[in-house]
């Protein structure tokens, strides 16, 4: 009894999560595989397709029902949408049906068949009938399939995109890559800083702390676009190396917009979710186990390696899923200072959703992202334990 | 025997100014288990850090077999130490935890099992290699610790209140352990704490501390039997005292006037002389209640303010000489029953039971 009041008491929060985060998972892993636009606007068109062979062009009657409904679309003003997704399957097919219902009234074909060729003549060839046969199916493998640079032909059969197409893969490779550079170059920055904070007398350890978490508040967008003022060819640190000597007025390093520019900011901006809990973690490793060490006869070097680096991974364990997990899914500051070599693959999905409005694609290139990500996760319970890493 | 180590005009000032010990001087032989005793803060762990080689001294040197170890790091000085943490590795098993220092020697793999065995087999944890410290028990992590501070055969074993957490039971049984292995061993051994019960088990001399200095260095039952300082009288074990005003000198006995009453001491500085400010100190044990027909050289009338059972003894509380506050121990025998609170009655003393204590 005790038991089920305290448990409701966490009610709220159980509920909060369940719509915060449970059900924008699940109507985007829905998002990715399910469309029924087509089918709602074409219903009795998707129907009588089902039946159809795909071997031959279908029958008249068939020309008659999808007639009907693409007036009926018209009106509903659903024919656009109708249009655009079939276009995703055949590209150059939005014309062709977005331009059918208008011109029926100005044909005089013998039948609906003859009508439809009249108006396009693509509407004598089976690849439209395909795909307007595949976008009739309400569950879809087109948006994964596409997510890994392949794509669905409108007879059903799998290809991969053409050269010049394929762009997620190596997105998801670099994205792959720069998060493992961040966690990298977070971890050989953050170990020493936080080791400095951890042993630094307690009015030093402050002011490190304040260093250390001043970043967090000031605003993203404000430290994003500061590092462009740095790193500029006409920055401050060209004009610093330019002073030295160290490179040519003339010959000023890029060091923005590509992807040293998206290194350097997401590392800087990413240290503080490593260096906090290592910092926390050291402070807990008590000093008595490097002095037993070298009471014990290790050098220093021996001391730290084989005692106090062993027990200070549960913070690096933490901190480095943080970041990596961070930056996996990382926007506004590749966005700002990546360029077009700079950019990850949550920029893609940001530009399906807000430009290209392929949502369905953007859906599935986050589901992808999700699952590797739990993957990743699992895979590091495995080998290091979550229970084993402490966040403070 | 051979000196092992030795500590010359030894200081310590962790803030440029003021000294955390001062002045110590030790001498301790080859085989010796030697006792810092001393309450908190008395500079106890600053004396075995400095040896440790984790402090330097500010003043005066360590020297260990005659030869100086300021310029030796502590990875170098190879002495066992247990600290009052254990201090032992959380991330090893209790194997790895003993093969460690054995590691770092570049000692090989099949010696190295044989003395860790050893070693585990000398604190009676065999079967225990393979758990993690977190896995055992306070006494049995106590002895882990002892057993890595010795697995390299080290002369020397430092242990600072290797005791402090456990309970008392624990606490006497590791006592026992350690003064065996001490013996078996035959290291040196210097052992820190503050339970004076524990110093007087174990040690064959006590240096007791006092605010950095060492007040005595003897073995335990001359610093029980004659302590020759205030503080190390009223430290080790109860002691009664009175204070007063030395009046005559004589062989080795002087006569002191407590608050009107005359009193026969042993008399401990030479340099005694009559108006020496001095505190008279009397075990509780060795002071009697007179039946009437009896007499001891000091003998003094006290009223009973209250009377304790404790056991094998009465612990009777009685105000004589102005001090309200003297402590009788007597022995529960037949007969005891005689004395009842509020009564007047003889007390006395022998007078090499009591010491007459220069106050500085
Ligand atoms: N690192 C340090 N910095 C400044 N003062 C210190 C330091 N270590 C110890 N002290 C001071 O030196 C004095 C003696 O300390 P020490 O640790 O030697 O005492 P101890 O006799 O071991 O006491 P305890 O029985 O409580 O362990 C104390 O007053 C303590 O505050
Ligand atoms: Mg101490």
């Known amino acids: ?392 | 025997m051979t000196t092992h180590v030795e500590f010359r005009n030894v200081a310590k000032s962790f803030d440029g100014h003021t000294n955390v010990v001062e002045d110590i001087n030790l001498e301790i032989p080859r085989g010796e288990f030697l006792t810092l005793l001393g309450p908190s803060g008395s500079g106890k762990t600053t004396c075995l850090m400095m040896l440790a080689g984790f402090e330097s001294p500010t003043a005066g040197e360590i020297l260990v077999d005659g030869k100086s170890v300021q310029d030796v790091p502590a990875h170098r000085r190879a002495f066992g130490i247990v600290f009052q943490s254990y201090a032992l590795f959380p991330h090893m098993s209790v194997a790895k935890n003993l093969a460690f220092p054995l590691e770092v020697r570049g000692i090989e793999t099949a010696r190295r099992n044989e003395l860790v065995d050893r070693a585990l087999k000398l604190v009676q944890l065999e079967g225990f290699g393979s758990r993690k410290p977190n896995q055992l028990s306070g006494g049995q992590q106590q002895r882990v610790a002892i057993a890595r501070a010795l697995v390299y055969e080290p002369e020397l074993v430092l242990m600072d209140e290797p005791l402090g957490a456990l309970d008392r039971q624990l606490r006497e049984e590791m006592q026992y352990e350690i003064r065996r292995i001490q013996e078996e061993v035959g290291v040196t051994m210097i052992y820190v704490t503050h339970d004076q019960g524990e110093a007087m088990v174990l040690s064959d001399r006590i240096a007791v501390f006092e605010a950095g200095r060492i007040k005595q260095l003897a073995a335990p039952i001359t610093l029980y039997e004659e302590p020759d300082d205030p503080f190390v009288a009223s430290f080790i074990g109860e002691n009664n005292r009175l204070f007063g005003t030395v009046t005559q000198v004589g062989e080795a006995l002087c006569t002191v006037d407590v608050d009107g009453h005359t009193i026969q001491a042993a008399q401990v500085a030479e340099d005694t002389s009559p108006g020496d400010k001095v505190v008279v100190v009397i075990r509780p044990e060795r002071v009697s209640i007179l039946q009437s027909d009896h007499s001891l050289s000091n003998s003094q009338e006290a009223t009973v303010l209250s009377i304790t059972f404790v056991g094998d003894h009465l612990r009777v509380q009685l105000d004589t000489c102005g001090n309200p506050d003297f402590i009788a121990k007597i022995p529960n025998i037949a007969g005891h029953g005689s004395v009842l609170k509020g009564d007047k009655v003889n007390i006395g003393w022998a007078t090499l039971d009591c010491r007459a204590l220069p106050i500085l």
């Open chain 1, 1 to 392: 009894m005790g038991k089920l009041k305290a448990s409701s008491l966490a009610l709220p929060l159980i509920a909060f999560v369940v719509v915060t985060l449970l059900v924008p998972i699940f109507s985007l892993v829905r998002l990715s595989v399910y469309d029924s636009t087509v089918a709602e606007a074409l219903p009795k068109t998707a129907e009588v397709l089902q039946a159809w062979s795909g071997t031959e062009l279908p029958s008249i009657e068939v020309y008659e029902t999808l007639a009907e409904e693409l007036i009926a679309a018209q009106e509903t003003r659903e024919l656009g949408r109708v249009a655009s997704r079939v276009n995703r399957i055949l590209s150059g097919s939005r014309s062709t049906i977005s331009k059918t219902p208008r011109r029926f009234a100005r044909t005089d074909a013998p039948d609906a068949r003859e009508e439809f060729i009249e108006i396009d003549e693509d509407w004598g060839e089976l690849a439209i009938w395909h795909a307007l046969r595949q976008a009739t199916d309400t569950f879809t493998s087109r948006n994964f399939l596409q997510a890994v640079d392949f794509r669905l032909m409108p007879d059903g059969s799998i290809e991969r995109m053409p050269e010049s197409q394929q762009v997620y893969v190596t997105l998801f490779i670099r994205t792959l890559g720069v998060s493992i550079a961040v966690t990298a170059l977070c971890f050989l920055i953050g170990y020493p800083m936080a080791y400095a904070m951890a042993h630094a007398s307690s009015g030093w350890a402050r002011i490190l702390l304040v260093l250390v978490l001043i970043p967090f508040w000031t605003s993203l967008l404000v430290r994003t676009t500061s590092w462009i003022v740095i790193l500029q060819q006409q920055g401050v640190l060209n004009d610093i190396f330019v002073f030295l000597g160290i490179v040519a007025d003339d010959n000023r390093l890029t060091m923005v917009h590509n992807m040293t520019g998206t290194l350097v900011a997401m590392t800087q901006v990413l240290l503080p979710f490593m260096i906090l809990p290592l910092y926390s973690v050291m402070t807990n490793i008590p000093r008595d186990l490097t002095k037993a060490a070298s009471s014990l006869g290790a050098n220093p070097f021996q001391a730290f390696v084989r005692v106090y680096f062993p027990n200070s991974l549960p913070g690096v364990a933490a901190g480095g899923l943080l970041v990596f997990i961070l930056s996996i899914g990382y926007y506004i500051t590749p966005a700002l200072v990546g360029g077009s070599k700079g950019q990850l693959i949550s920029n893609l999905i940001a530009y399906h959703l807000q430009t290209s409005l392929n949502w369905g694609l953007a859906a599935a290139l986050s589901v992808i992202l999700l699952v590797g990500v739990i993957v990743l996760y699992v895979v590091y319970d495995r080998f290091i334990g979550i229970d084993r890493m402490k966040l403070g």
